[in-house]
């Protein structure tokens, strides 16, 4: 059964599913570009080194987009009632589960990848539309991973392609955001 059981009727129809495939690449293109740039304003010095800068975040940004399809298509079904907290091992070996980090290397570094966004969105100097914008995008994506993880709703193939246009927006927002140097801007003297 899809994420979103209600609208599994309205993506039969060809221009709602444009409307939809358009709607994720973009938002995620926009939020890949506002993440860019916010990282360049808030650390003016990467300036110095743009191209090695906007390759890397292009690349772990790539990387992530890539791990984090399967996962999000196929997830780990995790049920509360088997989730134990006797003792502090439990408790650490059940958050290991409920985050995925004990699937292996990969996916903890597109688990990173997913922090790394979130500390970005904390100490960049966004204002707030933009801000609301990523945050409110970023925050739905969670919602969503997580109904999939803790309940027997699994994505359809449609939704599983939102996903991956999303986050193929996100990086080649990324690189779009990071690809120039950001001019300073100038103080109003009068």
């Keep these: 059964m899809a994420l979103i059981p ?3 009727d309205m993506f039969q129809d060809p221009l709602f599913s444009i409307i939809t495939i358009l709607s994720a690449f973009g938002i995620g293109l926009s939020q890949g ?16 080194h743009i191209k090695t800068v906007s390759v890397s975040l292009f690349i772990i940004f790539l990387i ?11 997830p780990e079904k995790i049920e509360l009632s088997n989730l134990s907290v006797n003792g502090p091992t439990e408790i650490l070996s059940s958050l290991f589960l409920i985050f995925g980090t004990n699937t292996g290397f990969l996916t ?26 990523v945050f409110f995008f970023s925050i739905l994506l969670l919602i969503f991973t997580g109904i999939s993880r803790f309940t027997e709703l699994t994505p359809s193939a449609f939704e599983v392609l939102l ?19 950001v001019k300073p801007k100038k103080l109003d003297l009068k």
């Design 6 to 8: 209600f609208l599994v």
């Design 33 to 48: 570009i506002i993440l860019g740039r916010a990282i360049l304003i808030r650390f003016p010095r990467l300036q110095n």
């Design 64 to 74: 992530n987009a890539i791990l984090s399809v399967p996962r999000f298509a196929s």
């Design 108 to 133: 903890v570094l597109a688990l990173s990848v997913t922090v790394m966004t979130f500390v970005i969105l904390k100490f960049t100097y966004l204002s707030g539309i933009v801000k609301s914008f």
């Design 163 to 181: 996903y991956f246009l999303y986050q193929l927006g996100i990086t080649i927002g990324i690189l779009i955001g990071t690809i120039r140097k």
